[in-house]
């Protein structure tokens, strides 16, 4: 096997809704660097899945284990909330669908992504407005608008902000619900450039929920292909996409790629 | 000490049973124990309304003793409605020996101030507080608040200090301005001008607060850590008067602004009555007192 | 010179003589007793004892009287007498299975064992101004013939408990001491019994503008109202060192039961579920308001989602008390003056700023 270590290792994760079935017996690892899609139709339990690896929702089953920089291993859904939370604010980044739940709408751009910066510590005023402004810049946000609040933002500005507000602390790990659902086409490419960069920039890992699968494919290295709680089917993205096995992957990619 | 014959034997000593002295006593305890956290008590009803100091008179109720001196102020005042109207009611319900002096009070009942007069070891100041949450408007329910407490999630305070620069230039608070004591909770001094703040970092005295309708208790122990949250390149500064007061020249004391007439005179005099009194008394003298000699 | 704080104590004595004179009013006229109040006001009376935590109609009689007609001050004075009263412990849970009815409707069904009995109401009266009540010295009303003297009748919704179609009530744990709202703070969540109490002391117009709004869609709830009755019950007390209850006396309550409809959860079945609402002596708007803010503040319980103000407990439990609310409210009455003196010098060193 390899020496690396696995940033994140899921076993078994299994959740149900009363007899409704949320995800059953997920298992897959995450490596440093690597970028994971889940895809599948809506209800299919992406979005199940993925808050249950970010420890959003607590599993009937299974383990999620995180590695941090130190190496040290540790179950997600064991660690205290204050620890869990200190992980939300540090080493993970969560970037919501719609850019509401994971903005501040009544506080100014500047405020909002330096939110996380005072969360962990940072007390001057100034540093924490000139990262803010970078971090503006780095999303292509117009840092003019530093001091104003997201609800006079564009949709695609309020998710731009939304990833400078996740990514400014430097996370090592990323959680994406459906990042350029809600968009327009031409805003959804900028966007989908935007991540690509960032995440080759800074060398981070993630886990992107996705129906979209060309956002799938421009964004990830492996895919998991979701069916009624079930990964189907997993694998390098292009083989996935191109060579389909599943049933289930054949009948989604012809039915959205090719049209 | 007032005549026994003057007080209400209708009621308990300090109106309260003594079963209720106790359960706020025990909270006063905890609350002691864990500076600036919030313990929930059984606040009762009392016969003044919600809002008006019944968490303090509670917590005044609670460790008065019958040989206490007591001094009430409200806006530092000693002879405002309110303060008159609780000093009446101590009187009454405990007969205990009443001051309008800092100095000879053992305990000071305060609504919206510190005296001028620095607090002594022995002494304690007992708070009315109204919204004893300090995150209560950045979030609204209690459930969330404590949580943040608890994790020592304070992140947002200083978004909404943040916020404030961006807009202003600098901090826009100016009372109820939240505090850090002991270097563990964030904590609402209650509605007091952010100019007593600095009174309330390592004072000899012992500061407790009481919030009657929201029912909790907190405290501060004598010689403890209170910071006033700032930023490192915008710390935090009190209010200055550019003219000392009116009628005892005092330059270091909060001023309350007077209008004097309908042609917009006003007059700054201090809001601490006693301290200006005891200026006068040692013959300072203010700038109306000049000019009226 | 500087008198503006001055002189405190002689305004408060000022203050309350002013206000005894203006309670007597004009000397001329008779002055009310207590008893024409208990008599004669029955609703207010009633509305002061739910609302003040304390079934005694002439002490209410009497608060309201001091307290000029004003209603949450009668019910402040009586929640601070009630802080005074020695407390002996919990009665044992009234019987209301066992009330004696006055009156007793039921809307989800025509005929019911024990019967429809109208009772005392405004229901079918038409509001049209008596002015032979303007006229004093009228003729006592005859006493009718009465529907129920009296008798007992078994709750309307057991009998669909037995089907299964209506939940049975959760059952208070005997064993337990009950939640007391007044001796202990509030946490939330608050389970139901604490929930009750809250409701049952809460201001009868903001339960009614709460239920009100669950019935114009903020959190529907489907209501019907399963039952509502009035009568008296008998209060027992069970001291320790007897071992066995002792009727301690009889309180009149009106009492609610709601059948709400409800479409089932990965727990339950569907089922009709309930609301409770319980007020002291003639209370039913109360009582229905309040029966239908419990079955909205069930909607977690139930597994419902929460859209509305009526279903949020923080919401509605930490503002239900009048009591609390006015205190507050008229709070700003007091003086504030050093907190506006530090935004008013904060304003003005802002606009000093903006016009430089």
Redesign the interface.
């Known amino acids: 096997m390899s020496a690396t270590q696995t940033l994140l290792s899921v076993t078994g994760l299994t959740k149900h809704y009363g007899a409704h079935l949320g995800c059953a017996d997920v298992s897959f690892d995450l490596y440093p660097g690597e970028v994971v899609g889940i895809v599948g139709e809506s209800g299919s339990g992406k979005t199940t899945l993925l808050n249950c690896l970010a420890g959003r929702l607590a599993p009937d089953e299974g383990r999620v284990q995180y590695t941090d920089r130190l190496g040290d291993s540790m179950d997600v859904h064991a660690m205290s909330e204050s620890r869990r939370r200190f992980l939300m604010r540090t080493d993970w980044a969560f970037v919501h669908q719609n850019p509401r739940d994971g903005l501040r709408m009544a506080v100014s751009a500047g405020g909002n992504v330096g939110e996380r910066l005072m969360a962990v510590g940072a007390r001057h005023y100034g540093d924490i407005r000139s990262q803010a402004i970078d971090w503006l810049d780095k999303t292509e946000v117009d840092v003019g608008r530093v001091d104003d609040r997201p609800d006079t933002f564009s949709g695609g500005m309020q998710q731009r902000l939304q990833i400078a507000r996740n990514l400014v602390t430097g996370p090592r790990l990323v959680f994406m619900d459906e990042p350029t659902g809600g968009l327009d086409v031409s805003v959804q490419a900028r966007l989908l450039d935007l991540l690509r960069r960032l995440v080759a920039e800074m060398g981070l890992s993630a886990i992107i929920v996705t129906h979209d699968l060309a956002v799938a494919r421009l964004l990830s290295h492996r895919l998991m292909v979701m069916r009624r709680g079930h990964v189907v089917e997993q694998g390098l993205t292009d083989q996935v996409l191109d060579d389909p096995q599943h049933a289930y992957t054949q009948l989604l990619v012809s039915s959205v790629l090719q049209p | 000490m007032t005549p026994e014959s003057e007080t209400d034997q209708q009621?308990n000593f300090a109106?309260l049973?003594e079963q209720t002295k106790r359960m706020i006593r025990r909270a006063l305890l905890k609350a002691v124990a864990i500076p600036g956290y919030q313990v929930?008590?059984?606040?009762?009803?009392?016969?003044m309304?919600?809002?008006?100091g019944?968490g303090g008179i509670q917590v005044t109720a609670a460790i008065l003793r019958r040989d206490d001196t007591l001094k009430v102020i409200?806006?530092?005042?000693d002879?405002?409605?309110?303060?008159?109207?609780i000093r009446?009611f101590f009187k009454r319900v405990a007969g205990i020996a009443t001051t309008e002096k800092t100095r000879e009070a053992t305990i000071i009942q305060t609504?919206?101030?510190i005296p001028e007069t620095p607090l002594e070891d022995g002494q304690i100041i007992v708070f009315q507080v109204?919204i004893p949450e300090p995150l209560r408007f950045l979030e609204?329910?209690?459930?969330e608040t404590r949580?943040m407490h608890?994790?020592?999630?304070?992140?947002?305070m200083?978004?909404k200090l943040?916020?404030d620069?961006?807009?202003?230039?600098h901090i826009?608070t100016?009372?109820?301005y939240p505090v850090k004591v002991a270097g563990r909770y964030i904590m609402d001094p209650s509605?007091?001008?952010?100019?007593d703040n600095p009174k309330m970092n390592r004072t000899p005295a012992l500061q407790l607060f009481g919030a009657g309708?929201e029912?909790?208790i907190y405290a501060i122990p004598p010689y403890t850590e209170v910071v006033s949250l700032?930023?490192?390149?915008?710390p935090f500064e009190v209010?200055k008067?550019d003219r000392p007061c009116?009628?005892c020249g005092a330059t270091e004391s909060?001023?309350?602004?007077?209008i004097m007439d309908d042609q917009g005179t006003r007059?700054f005099?201090c809001?601490d009555?006693d301290h200006c009194e005891k200026r006068r008394g040692e013959g300072h003298v203010g700038p109306?007192q000049e000019a009226a000699e | 010179m500087y008198v503006a704080v001055k002189g405190g104590e002689r305004a408060i004595d000022n203050a309350h003589g002013l206000m005894a004179e203006d309670r007597r009013g004009d000397p001329e006229v008779a002055e009310l007793t207590i008893p024409q109040i208990r008599e004669q006001m029955k609703l207010a009376v009633d509305r002061v004892m739910t609302e003040g935590s304390v079934f005694d109609r002439d002490l209410a009689a009497l608060a309201i009287k001091q307290a000029r007609g004003d209603l949450i001050e009668a019910a402040f004075l009586i929640r601070a007498y009630r802080t005074t009263l020695t407390r002996f412990g919990a009665s044992l849970p009234v019987d209301t299975g066992k009330m004696k009815i006055d009156r007793r409707i039921s809307a989800a069904f025509k005929d019911i064992p024990g019967g429809q009995v109208l009772g005392p109401t405004f229901d079918y009266t038409h509001r049209l101004l008596d002015f032979k009540l303007a006229a004093e010295g009228g003729e006592a009303p005859m006493a009718l013939p009465v529907d129920a003297d009296g008798e007992t009748a078994p709750h309307v919704l057991d009998l669909l408990a037995a089907e299964g179609l209506v939940e049975t009530p959760g059952m208070a744990n005997d064993d337990a001491a009950p939640a007391d709202i007044t001796r202990e703070a509030p946490e939330y969540p608050m389970d139901r019994e604490a929930r009750l109490q809250s409701l049952a002391r809460g201001d009868e117009g903001y339960l009614l503008a709460l239920a009100y709004s669950t019935q114009r869609g903020y959190g529907r709830t489907h209501p019907f109202a399963g039952e509502i009755r009035l009568g008296r019950v008998s209060v027992e007390f069970m001291p320790e060192e007897l071992g066995f209850p002792v009727e301690i006396g009889e309180i009149e309550l009106t009492e609610c039961n709601m059948i709400n409809q409800f479409k089932g959860s990965k727990a339950m079945p569907p089922q009709f579920t309930r609301g409770y609402g319980v007020a002291f002596g003639h209370g039913e708007r109360k009582a229905m308001a309040m029966a239908l803010v419990d079955r909205s503040l069930r909607s977690e319980e139930l597994g419902e989602e929460i859209t509305a103000p009526a279903q949020d407990q923080e919401f509605v439990l930490s503002h239900c008390d009048n009591v609390q609310a006015t205190g507050f409210l008229e709070h700003l009455k007091l003086p504030h003056y050093v907190d506006f003196q530090s935004e008013l010098e904060l304003v003005r060193r802002m606009r000093g700023e903006a016009a430089e």
């Open positions: 009621y109106y049973d929930p008590f059984a606040g009762r009803e009392m016969p309304p919600y809002g008006w019944t409200d806006q530092g005042a002879d405002t409605t309110n303060a008159v109207s009446k609504r919206h101030r109204p609204p329910r209690e459930t949580k608890a994790l020592e999630e304070y992140g947002l200083h978004v943040y916020e620069i961006a807009r202003h230039g826009a100016t009372y109820a509605p007091t001008p952010k100019f309708r029912k909790r700032d930023f490192e390149d915008h209010q008067w009116a009628l909060f001023l309350d602004e007077v007059m005099v809001s009555t109306a």
